[in-house]
């Protein structure tokens, strides 16, 4: 649909035909014209059409048209392809209709499609094998993709049931259209018994014992009773570790089970929790549930090597042995006879001494790179400790020296490691230690924790240092009488949390080993679940500890029945990286190896595979949800057996239909070539006719 408009007021075009006019009428109705009469009219209109038409022109005319766009109605299928769609759905007769319906409504609308699970994906196959399904993630999808557009129905193919994402109903979602549910699986509650939840820590430590606590329910067995199983599965085969008869009181019974057990093997251990089925169960998928222990062997030996027996020793041990990883062994040095190469730790209290300055002990513990702690006092001689280490220096050259009453001095800011704002608080309270009256100094790699008050002065000498010696973790207290600081923290709090943080804290940081090896594959977690790929990490050094990955790195992974999986690490900027993809359920030992300068490097270690199996837990199809989807959003629920009469409803509630746009152009007349053309023929007619008369 076109129109003219102009800028100025319409009756202007009387005065521009008029001005055409009066041009004509002084050009060719003269009375001296010899022309013809015809000719003379030709000639005039031609003139006064085309002064008329340029006249007009300069008044701006504008061409005014409108623009039609149609947009088609969009109808958004979305079908829950997850596991418990396929145990209670005939999947082959279902997929037929769903593609009947889905081609019967793209003959009038323009359909998409959608299968979610516990991702939500586009035009895939009906697979129903899906782990979990999460209902919020595909409507939020629908929502921000097509809710600004012509959304003319949305189609939710489901059984109500989600394990993952928030609940729908509780949701609200920007949604102009229509909702139909289509109402899958079975609502019928049918005897039924399950192991619905299990709580338990993925990581315990080796020796310790850890708790699963088992949350038990059943439908419609009054009267009845089972038994509980907890099993090792390994690849040394399965063993049963804990059996229970639970008897079933009710018709709507639930229980909770907690089970303790001991971590006696390293690494991760696979258990399942089962519980025997019951004569009538429609569904005994749910029956049990497998969990995953990462067991870390990092109990640590400390050894505590005394001079002679002193209230230090046992305090240390006592506050030592409040980490359930600890293993402490007390010797004194006139009796060890041990390997001290086999402890992780080793405290040296008043040591080196005059009469014992177990000098091969100290080139052991230098040799095996040994962390270290040296707890001194008057009685150890300044030459022997300075030479035993280089964090320290003490000015006095004799054996024996007078003692000196020192209170600590926390130095701020100190970052080996941290304490808690109350034990940074309360150390300054602690009573004094009795140390050397000397001099002392820190050397250049120490990292001063504690500084010595004498009395009302603060000094800057010294107290408790920690720091990089000689290629081993170091710490040195200057001083004896930490029984006391003990003591103390019971008396005034009730408890020895502030003294055991203290030990504990320089314990952990004396025994941090750092990674030396040139070649490391690390993972984000030692257990991932069967629907989510398995990522490995690689680091490769050269000879100064650059990063390099020129070199092609390979890693053989060795899963059930020692099936191997063999794969090539890809490059990344400075490093290597593996996504191995999804793996069945298991342990797994990976070797990775690669080559640098013709020496080969290893990385072992392990990992698990659990399944995921939550569709199976819960089968009753919940579609009171879908009810209250369809009602807030008008549409309608419908069962399965219904899709047939679906592209039906939809024509028949008129609101899917196409939208229609106008747009408004203007364009000015003035850019058209056909009145350029016009004025051309007006003035070239007239021109050619009044050469033919002679008038030129």
Same mark, same amino acid.
């Given at each position: 649909?076109?129109?003219?408009?102009?800028?100025?007021?319409?009756?202007?075009?009387?005065?521009?035909?008029?001005?055409?006019?009066?041009?004509?009428?002084?050009?060719?109705?003269?009375?001296?014209?010899?022309?013809?009469?015809?000719? $003379?009219?030709?000639?005039?209109?031609?003139?006064?059409?085309?002064?008329? !038409?340029?006249?007009?022109?300069?008044?701006?005319?504008?061409?005014?048209?409108?623009?039609?766009?149609?947009?088609?109605? $969009?109808?958004?299928?979305?079908?829950?392809?997850?596991?418990?769609?396929? !145990?209670?759905?005939?999947?082959?007769?279902?997929?037929?209709?769903?593609?009947?319906?889905?081609?019967?409504?793209?003959?009038?609308?323009?359909?998409?499609?959608?299968?979610?699970?516990?991702?939500?994906?586009?035009?895939?196959?009906?697979?129903?094998?899906?782990?979990?399904?999460?209902?919020?993630?595909?409507?939020?999808? $629908?929502?921000?993709?097509?809710?600004?557009?012509?959304?003319?129905?949305?189609?939710?193919?489901?059984?109500? $049931?989600?394990?993952?994402?928030?609940?729908?109903?509780?949701?609200?979602?920007?949604?102009?259209?229509?909702?139909?549910?289509?109402?899958?699986?079975?609502?019928?509650?049918?005897?039924?018994?399950?192991?619905?939840?299990?709580?338990?820590?993925?990581?315990?430590?080796?020796?310790?014992?850890?708790?699963?606590?088992?949350?038990?329910?059943?439908?419609?067995?009054?009267?009845?009773?089972?038994?509980?199983?907890?099993?090792?599965?390994?690849?040394?085969?399965?063993?049963?570790?804990?059996?229970?008869?639970?008897?079933?009181?009710?018709?709507?019974?639930?229980?909770?089970?907690?089970?303790?057990?001991?971590?006696?093997?390293?690494?991760?251990?696979?258990?399942?929790?089962?519980?025997?089925?019951?004569?009538?169960?429609?569904?005994?998928?749910?029956?049990?549930?497998?969990?995953?222990?990462?067991?870390?062997?990092?109990?640590?030996?400390?050894?505590?090597?005394?001079?002679?027996?002193?209230?230090?020793?046992?305090?240390?041990?006592?506050?030592?042995?409040?980490?359930?990883?600890?293993?402490?062994?007390?010797?004194?040095?006139?009796?060890?006879?041990?390997?001290?190469?086999?402890?992780?730790?080793?405290?040296?209290?008043?040591?080196?001494?005059?009469?014992?300055?177990?000098?091969?002990?100290?080139?052991?513990?230098?040799?095996?790179?040994?962390?270290?702690?040296?707890?001194?006092?008057?009685?150890?001689?300044?030459?022997?400790?300075?030479?035993?280490?280089?964090?320290?220096?003490?000015?006095?050259?004799?054996?024996?020296?007078?003692?000196?009453?020192?209170?600590?001095?926390?130095?701020?800011?100190?970052?080996?490691?941290?304490?808690?704002?109350?034990?940074?608080?309360?150390?300054?309270?602690?009573?004094?230690?009795?140390?050397?009256?000397?001099?002392?100094?820190?050397?250049?790699?120490?990292?001063?924790?504690?500084?010595?008050?004498?009395?009302?002065?603060?000094?800057?000498?010294?107290?408790?240092?920690?720091?990089?010696?000689?290629?081993?973790?170091?710490?040195?207290?200057?001083?004896?009488?930490?029984?006391?600081?003990?003591?103390?923290?019971?008396?005034?709090?009730?408890?020895?949390?502030?003294?055991?943080?203290?030990?504990?804290?320089?314990?952990?940081?004396?025994?941090?080993?750092?990674?030396?090896?040139?070649?490391?594959?690390?993972?984000?977690?030692?257990?991932?679940?069967?629907?989510?790929?398995?990522?490995?990490?690689?680091?490769?050094?050269?000879?100064?500890?650059?990063?390099?990955?020129?070199?092609?790195?390979?890693?053989? !992974?060795?899963?059930?029945?020692?099936?191997?999986?063999?794969?090539?690490?890809?490059?990344?900027?400075?490093?290597?990286?593996?996504?191995?993809?999804?793996?069945?359920?298991?342990?797994?030992?990976?070797?990775?190896?690669?080559?640098?300068?013709?020496?080969?490097?290893?990385?072992?270690?392990?990992?698990?595979?659990?399944?995921?199996?939550?569709?199976?837990?819960?089968?009753?199809?919940?579609?009171?949800?879908?009810?209250? !989807?369809?009602?807030?959003?008008?549409?309608?629920?419908?069962?399965?057996?219904?899709?047939?009469?679906?592209?039906?409803?939809?024509?028949?509630?008129?609101?899917?239909?196409?939208?229609?746009?106008?747009?408004?152009?203007?364009?000015?007349?003035?850019?058209?070539?056909?009145?350029?053309?016009?004025?051309?023929?007006?003035?070239?007619?007239?021109?050619?006719?009044?050469?033919?008369?002679?008038?030129?």
């Amino acid at each position: 649909m076109q129109s003219l408009t102009f800028e100025y007021p319409v009756w202007y075009l009387a005065v521009c035909a008029l001005a055409g006019l009066g041009v004509a009428l002084l050009l060719y109705f003269r009375a001296d014209n010899p022309a013809p009469r015809a000719l $003379i009219w030709t000639m005039a209109v031609l003139r006064f059409l085309g002064y008329s !038409l340029l006249a007009a022109l300069l008044l701006s005319p504008l061409l005014r048209f409108v623009q039609t766009d149609r947009e088609e109605p $969009i109808v958004v299928l979305a079908q829950d392809v997850s596991e418990s769609i396929g !145990l209670e759905t005939d999947t082959t007769a279902y997929t037929t209709q769903w593609t009947a319906l889905r081609n019967e409504l793209a003959e009038s609308y323009e359909v998409v499609t959608y299968q979610f699970g516990s991702q939500v994906t586009q035009d895939g196959p009906l697979t129903f094998t899906d782990k979990q399904t999460n209902l919020d993630a595909v409507l939020t999808q $629908i929502s921000d993709v097509y809710g600004n557009q012509n959304l003319g129905a949305v189609i939710l193919a489901t059984d109500g $049931i989600y394990n993952e994402g928030s609940n729908p109903a509780y949701r609200e979602y920007g949604l102009q259209a229509p909702v139909y549910t289509i109402g899958l699986g079975d609502t019928t509650r049918r005897r039924d018994l399950r192991v619905s939840r299990v709580f338990h820590n993925r990581i315990a430590y080796l020796g310790d014992q850890f708790s699963i606590q088992i949350d038990l329910n059943a439908r419609n067995a009054s009267a009845e009773a089972t038994t509980l199983t907890v099993t090792r599965l390994g690849e040394g085969g399965s063993r049963t570790v804990h059996t229970e008869r639970i008897p079933i009181d009710q018709a709507d019974f639930f229980t909770t089970r907690e089970v303790v057990l001991d971590a006696d093997r390293p690494g991760v251990q696979r258990y399942r929790i089962a519980v025997a089925p019951l004569a009538g169960e429609a569904v005994t998928a749910n029956n049990q549930r497998d969990i995953f222990v990462d067991v870390l062997n990092a109990r640590q030996k400390i050894l505590i090597l005394a001079a002679a027996p002193h209230p230090d020793v046992s305090a240390l041990r006592q506050s030592l042995q409040t980490g359930r990883n600890n293993e402490v062994e007390i010797a004194y040095a006139n009796r060890f006879t041990g390997r001290v190469q086999d402890y992780d730790l080793v405290v040296l209290h008043q040591l080196p001494s005059a009469t014992q300055r177990i000098t091969p002990i100290l080139e052991v513990i230098q040799q095996a790179k040994l962390p270290v702690c040296f707890i001194t006092g008057p009685a150890v001689p300044a030459p022997l400790l300075n030479a035993a280490q280089d964090l320290v220096t003490i000015g006095g050259g004799g054996t024996q020296v007078q003692g000196n009453d020192v209170s600590a001095r926390l130095v701020t800011p100190f970052t080996a490691f941290t304490l808690s704002d109350e034990v940074s608080r309360f150390l300054p309270a602690f009573p004094p230690l009795t140390a050397a009256f000397d001099n002392f100094s820190a050397g250049p790699g120490a990292n001063v924790l504690l500084r010595q008050r004498i009395g009302r002065v603060d000094t800057e000498y010294p107290l408790l240092v920690v720091g990089q010696d000689r290629g081993v973790r170091t710490g040195i207290l200057l001083g004896t009488g930490l029984w006391q600081w003990r003591l103390y923290d019971y008396l005034d709090g009730g408890t020895h949390d502030r003294f055991d943080e203290l030990v504990s804290q320089l314990t952990q940081y004396l025994t941090v080993q750092e990674d030396k090896r040139r070649f490391r594959v690390s993972l984000p977690e030692n257990v991932f679940a069967e629907n989510e790929p398995v990522r490995l990490d690689a680091e490769l050094y050269n000879s100064s500890y650059e990063l390099v990955n020129e070199p092609e790195a390979r890693v053989v !992974l060795t899963g059930p029945d020692d099936r191997e999986y063999t794969y090539t690490f890809t490059r990344t900027t400075t490093a290597y990286t593996l996504n191995a993809g999804t793996l069945p359920v298991g342990n797994y030992r990976y070797r990775a190896t690669t080559q640098m300068n013709g020496e080969e490097l290893l990385s072992e270690g392990r990992f698990s595979v659990q399944a995921v199996e939550v569709e199976r837990y819960t089968l009753e199809a919940d579609h009171e949800l879908l009810r209250r !989807l369809s009602s807030r959003y008008g549409g309608e629920f419908l069962l399965p057996d219904q899709l047939g009469s679906l592209s039906d409803r939809l024509r028949e509630s008129g609101g899917v239909k196409p939208l229609l746009f106008e747009t408004v152009n203007t364009r000015s007349i003035l850019n058209l070539w056909g009145v350029f053309a016009l004025l051309l023929a007006l003035f070239t007619g007239e021109w050619v006719l009044r050469r033919y008369t002679g008038g030129y």
